[in-house]
């Protein structure tokens, strides 16, 4: 009696997308009832610490029509949690009620929001009323605080005080919203307030005056779009005096594009380019567009794209034969030159030679570019100025108008019907009239398809190869799957589905680096409502794929170029826009697929493309959202056969992420300045050839979570370690006498500090070891310097078994390597560099310890693959291969086989082992396995191809 039973507090958030999808059903025109399950991890406001908060909300939706004519559309929605109650304020009743446990079950009154209408003419009225309701229901879950407060007392028939906004509410300031708490609630009384915030429009922060956001957009358009997400559905962006609403929600994307696409039009940036464009399919509106789709569309059906396959085949062809091994190329400029080629003679079939070709590359770059330049700046009579910029563009117009205007002519006085692009769309009659296009038609969807097709195609091809020749596990895929589709002969259009692998790698380009990074609508008519608001007219409203495609809650890790993400991933059309969605989807959308793929199947198949350059491109946006250069060296895939039967690891797959610091680049610059310093490396050629070990890179894989000092320190051992073991290269390498003395110099440096005149190996050691153990415990300093230890010592061994010959057993071999591969000395550095300690107990664990030693063989036995020739070529018995020949009898194909064999059973283990680990295992186990486990059986998986360690290696 009296006292509070239950308060759902502002941290009770519902996801966005699943609380809408639920009220979908009404478009099942009957009651339906759908539960959204607290799957859904991302909600819109994260709960404080120690306050989290599971939750679901449950959608009832129901139309009914009666004999008047009348129609309702009504959806129900109850929040559900269990939260930590926060009280309103301290009383006698509350003090008692912080005795139950912490975590309560709390529900909600129902809210009722219905709507009531009458048929409308030419549409059935329940579907404009269930998307009516659909906004309703997407106002009540996605407005600024998405949960509704609510308090009352139970037994007492007036509630708490009323608060301002339930005041508001019941004035009618919420209309049409019908709120009401219902007697089959059993927590809260009838009359209990339930009520919601009004739904505003957030600005865009850093607002100057007379300029807006202007500066920042211009500064970092990607940035600014990225930052202003968390603010809101729809947050206003200040272009001078022009008011821009960027529309950051899958949820009201669609309701723009798709289901109410009707009220939109592309607005003023489209209608800036109808001048130098003309009145092209992305520039039309209303009855005109969609006369023009209805006539377009089949020149673009999939069943035409065949005819295609093959011209896009010979262009890549063409270019790519012409490379040069070993030579610099510019990816951006080759790929544009391929697909340029490829769309222009798509279009005009054998009719274009190649000096249209020639001037089709030359000029619409210029033009494409000026043109978008144009089409976004405030100041429209700096175009008119007679700047090198608008004389360039001005010329580049005109030539590409007198190419396209003559083919043209040329097709109308033949008169004969083709099969390319430009034959289709003059076969094209109007189903209603039966009038063709008109030559002026004609030619302003021709320059609209060259203008977009080809700048999109060659700048996705070029992110592509760029992040296919950074990655070697994704590059060994590709190969390996042309190999076994293609074998030697070229792409089909009918190969193209067998392709999975090679299809998923242009869907991952497309989401992570969409070309078109920026798109606008505009409202076609006064008094549009999206999402609950109504936009003003004249509004701009902007949208971005790029940072759809980039939000964790549609897609996990979304800056990690994941191809296998497709496996599974289904994203509605909303939530996957390289083309756009709905009616006003690109029309080119299965062309530019094709052509990709095609592109990349012919290229692959025969040219590795691997960068020039550590440094990975930046994103500069413009007319799409194109690389800075770009330079890479083609490799002949020939070149990469192995000599005498030896296998390579393609066969080999390690199930966990290929990760990399995003200080990798900055540590690649500076990573000699600390062995130089020791003087571990005394001349510039020594200094160059550790260069070529890229040894920074292996470390940023080993520590991909590690940033500045701390992967620095990554590094410097990562050096330290390579520079130690050229040390056995010379003779300490075959006489443990003089083996024993290097590491006994180094090994005192664990105690004490080396003396001023102490090799560089011992006081560049001492120094790492120093930076190592700041604040760590005595007992992982001590577990630390037994592993230095047992590494040390190791490489003592390997002298005594060189000088004596001895040859070691399988069991043998690979006791002695898990301490001399250093994988146990990195995975201590990986809790230094992370700030947290696996405790004592859990590490001497004996599923800790097996997967440890796990992980320490897997890396062994990948390095012996890698390795083979040069310690072949120096009679090296540290070689499992080696053993194997000499003990077995077995050629080197039959080792290597059997070495693939012992790797994948160690991988599968380890991955049984790491299943049986239960969750409540605790965070730094978490990150042990994440950041130091996978990572260091993953890293040299990705760095060994790309190292000069292994420049004679046949693999």
């Not at 759908?34 to 939706?61: F, K, N, Q």
């Not at 020639?358 to 100025?385: A, K, N, Q």
């Not at 203008?451 to 060994?476: K, N």
């Not at 393609?650 to 500076?670: C, K, T």
Request: aromatic share 6%; net charge neutral; charged share 25%.
């Amino acid at each position: 009696m009296g006292d509070v039973r239950d308060v759902l507090d502002d941290d009770l958030a519902v996801s966005s997308c699943r609380a809408v999808a639920a009220a979908h059903a009404l478009e099942d025109r009957g009651p339906r009832r759908d539960l959204i399950e607290p799957h859904d991890r991302s909600p819109l406001l994260e709960p404080p610490t120690g306050h989290w908060t599971a939750h679901y909300a449950s959608v009832t939706a129901s139309y009914r029509s009666n004999a008047h004519g009348s129609h309702e559309a009504a959806v129900v929605l109850r929040l559900n949690g269990f939260a930590r109650p926060r009280y309103l304020r301290e009383s006698p009743q509350n003090r008692r009620t912080r005795g139950r446990r912490a975590d309560e079950r709390v529900t909600s009154p129902p809210v009722r929001a219905s709507l009531r209408g009458s048929p409308v003419t030419g549409r059935p009225p329940w579907r404009t009323l269930a998307q009516e309701a659909r906004t309703v229901a997407h106002s009540v879950l996605m407005a600024g605080k998405p949960s509704l407060a609510l308090c009352g007392r139970r037994g007492r028939a007036n509630g708490p005080p009323e608060c301002p906004l339930a005041r508001n509410h019941r004035a009618g300031a919420f209309e049409p919203l019908r709120e009401r708490a219902t007697p089959e609630d059993e927590n809260v009384t009838t009359d209990a307030p339930a009520y919601l915030p009004p739904r505003t429009v957030a600005t865009a922060p850093g607002c100057l005056p007379l300029v807006g956001h202007s500066l920042a957009l211009l500064r970092d358009p990607i940035g600014v779009l990225q930052s202003i997400r968390p603010l809101g559905d729809l947050v206003e962006i200040r272009l001078g005096n022009l008011s821009v609403y960027a529309v950051n929600s899958p949820a009201l994307l669609r309701e723009m594009l798709v289901t109410d696409a009707v009220s939109y039009e592309k607005g003023r940036y489209f209608q800036k380019s109808r001048p130098f464009l003309g009145n092209g399919l992305p520039n039309s509106e209303g009855d005109f567009h969609r006369r023009q789709r209805r006539l377009m569309i089949p020149a673009f059906h999939r069943e035409k794209l065949n005819s295609y396959t093959g011209v896009m085949r010979l262009s890549a062809t063409t270019y790519s034969e012409a490379w040069t091994p070993d030579s610099t190329i510019d990816v951006a400029s080759e790929m544009y030159a391929i697909g340029s080629e490829a769309v222009a003679k798509a279009l005009f079939g054998s009719a274009l030679g190649n000096e249209e070709v020639r001037l089709i590359r030359r000029w619409l770059p210029t033009y494409v570019h000026e043109l978008m330049r144009r089409v976004v700046s405030p100041v429209d009579w700096l175009d008119r100025l007679p700047t090198p910029g608008n004389r360039r563009f001005r010329e580049s117009g005109t030539q590409l108008r007198k190419v396209v205007d003559r083919l043209i002519r040329e097709r109308l006085a033949d008169g004969r019907p083709r099969a390319d692009l430009l034959g289709m769309l003059m076969a094209a009659r109007d189903s209603d009239t039966g009038e063709p296009m008109s030559p002026d038609q004609l030619h302003d969807e021709v320059m609209t398809v060259m203008a977009a097709g080809i700048e999109t195609a060659s700048t996705s091809l070029t992110w592509l190869f760029h992040e296919v020749g950074s990655r070697p596990d994704i590059e060994r895929r590709l190969h390996a799957e042309l190999d076994e589709v293609l074998g030697s002969r070229p792409v089909t259009f009918e190969d193209l589905p067998k392709l999975v692998f090679t299809q998923n790698l242009v869907r991952e380009t497309l989401r992570l680096r969409s070309p078109a990074w920026i798109l606008m609508r505009q409202p076609a008519r006064p008094g549009v409502v999206l999402g609950g608001v109504e936009i003003p007219a004249e509004t701009e409203l902007l949208f971005s794929p790029l940072t759809i495609h980039r939000d964790p809650g549609l897609y996990p890790d979304p800056m990690e170029f994941d191809p296998d993400r497709w496996l599974t991933a289904d994203p509605r059309g909303w939530a996957f826009l390289p083309f756009g969605a709905g009616p006003r989807k690109c029309i080119g959308d299965h062309f530019a697929l094709t052509e990709m793929a095609t592109v990349v199947a012919t290229v692959a198949a025969r040219w590795r493309l691997v960068p020039l350059s550590e440094q990975p491109p930046r994103e500069v946006p413009g007319a799409v959202l194109v690389p800075s250069l770009l330079q890479m060296s083609p490799q002949p895939r020939a070149a990469q056969t192995r000599s005498g039967g030896t296998r390579s690891d393609a066969g080999l797959h390690l199930p966990f992420p290929a990760r990399i610091s995003p200080d990798a680049a900055r540590a690649a610059a500076e990573h000699l300045q600390w062995p130089r310093s020791f003087g571990l490396l005394p001349t510039d050629a020594a200094a160059e050839r550790h260069a070529r070990g890229h040894y920074a890179e292996l470390a940023a894989r080993f520590h991909p979570a590690a940033t500045g000092p701390d992967l620095a320190l990554g590094v410097d051992q990562m050096s330290w370690f390579f520079c130690f073991d050229d040390a056995f290269d010379g003779p300490a390498g075959d006489d443990p006498g003089q083996a024993r003395t290097v590491v006994d110099v180094v090994a005192a440096a664990l105690d004490q500090h080396p003396a001023p005149d102490a090799p560089p190996l011992a006081r560049a050691f001492h120094d790492l070891w120093l930076r190592s153990r700041e604040g760590m415990s005595p007992s992982w300093c001590e577990r630390a310097a037994a592993h230095w230890r047992a590494y040390l010592y190791g490489h003592v061994q390997e002298a005594t078994n060189r000088q004596s010959g001895t040859l070691l057993t399988v069991d043998e071999y690979l006791g002695l390597r898990r301490d001399t591969i250093g994988v146990q000395p990195t995975l201590d550095l990986a809790e230094r560099i992370g700030h947290y300690e696996l405790p004592a107990a859990l590490f001497a664990s004996d599923t800790v310890t097996a997967l440890r030693t796990l992980a320490a063989e897997i890396d062994s036995l990948h390095n012996d693959l890698y390795s083979l020739s040069k310690e072949e070529s120096g009679a090296d018995p540290h070689n499992l291969l080696l053993i194997l020949q000499r003990t077995d009898g077995a050629d080197r194909d039959d080792a290597s086989t059997s070495v693939l064999g012992m790797l994948h059973a160690r991988i599968a283990r380890f991955r049984s082992l790491e299943s049986e680990l239960h969750a409540p295992a605790g965070m730094a186990l978490d990150r042990y396995l994440r950041d130091a486990l996978h990572t260091v059986m993953r890293g040299p998986y990705d760095w060994a191809p790309r190292s000069g360690r292994y420049s004679t290696n046949p693999l």
